[in-house]
């Protein structure tokens, strides 16, 4: 198996996005990428209001949770403003909202949680037994399976991405049989991991969003390239289990075991390679079917 060549500009690139200016106690400015137009990625800024929050908190504590609404799509033309209300500071934990706003509108709301670190009793699930990444192939070597096939579909398994990700399978957003909604994918950032922990865990947030939702499509056997679909993430919850390993591979394991009415729910674990668990995320989004419109014709973001 050959590894696409490393992009180490595109891990700086999204190590800024992370970095933000701090304006005033408290209150913050989200970079955007350069030359973008489209809507912002919603891993983006709930990552980014995740680091806002980390920013007002003292000492050792890390986050534990952090639950996210998306209200309004955010345009990555304009920078987004996080203002954090420290809600509580305790001995072991402290708690923060934040305010996303663009323009004058609030585009995310989100409620973290920190601790300080401390020893516990221990227990997980099993790590599924699966591939190893270094027999998949890379989103881009896939891309020539589909290029005669759905154009828009290849262009998105091509674009550049700070992240090297290999499907066990066909990916769950590609799907054109109904199966079983459970999707699993090896991920890797490609370029060197910040030493950082609260970096690290924003980082793994940003991430976090990518196709989680996807599973909810296999029982139903939708492409998302080849129907006319509305999707969107309506809110976001997520646990931090322990120090985030990017210098290694990461498998992101999803499942779906609900959709209905327009929306679709998926359930998420970072699994280490050596099988710990890292990380569990829930999301419930928009899977709504509009037979009304064309097919897609813009290439959504790849993180």
Do not use: K
């Amino acid at each position: 198996m050959i590894d696409r060549p490393s992009t180490p500009d595109l891990t700086a690139e999204l190590v800024t996005l992370l970095d933000l200016e701090q304006l005033d106690t408290d209150l913050f400015r989200g970079h955007q990428r350069p030359g973008a137009s489209a809507r912002v990625f919603g891993g983006q800024v709930a990552a980014q209001a995740l680091m806002a929050a980390q920013r007002s908190v003292d000492g050792p504590a890390v986050a534990h949770s952090m639950h996210a609404y998306f209200l309004r799509a955010g345009a990555e033309t304009h920078p987004i403003i996080f203002r954090v209300d420290r809600d509580f500071d305790g001995r072991s934990f402290a708690n923060r909202r934040v305010t996303a706003s663009q323009r004058g509108a609030t585009i995310l709301t989100l409620a973290a949680s920190f601790q300080r670190p401390e020893a516990g009793l221990e227990h997980a699930a099993a790590m599924p037994d699966l591939p190893p990444p270094e027999a998949l192939r890379s989103l881009d070597l896939l891309a020539g399976d589909y290029a005669d096939r759905s154009a828009q579909a290849a262009a998105f398994l091509r674009r550049p991405s700070a992240f090297d990700i290999r499907p066990c399978g066909v990916p769950a957003f590609l799907q054109t049989e109904p199966g079983a909604p459970v999707s699993h994918v090896w991920i890797r950032l490609r370029g060197r991991a910040p030493a950082d922990p609260a970096l690290r865990r924003g980082i793994l947030a940003y991430l976090s969003d990518y196709a989680l939702l996807s599973a909810s499509l296999i029982p139903h056997g939708v492409n998302m390239f080849d129907r006319s679909m509305q999707t969107a993430s309506l809110d976001h919850a997520m646990w931090f289990h322990e120090e985030v390993p990017l210098d290694d591979w990461l498998l992101y394991s999803s499942e779906s075991p609900w959709s209905g009415h327009g929306r679709g729910i998926g359930r998420g674990v970072f699994h280490s390679r050596d099988g710990r668990a890292i990380a569990h995320v829930t999301q419930e989004g928009l899977i709504r079917l509009r037979p009304d419109l064309a097919p897609r014709t813009t290439i959504p973001h790849m993180p």
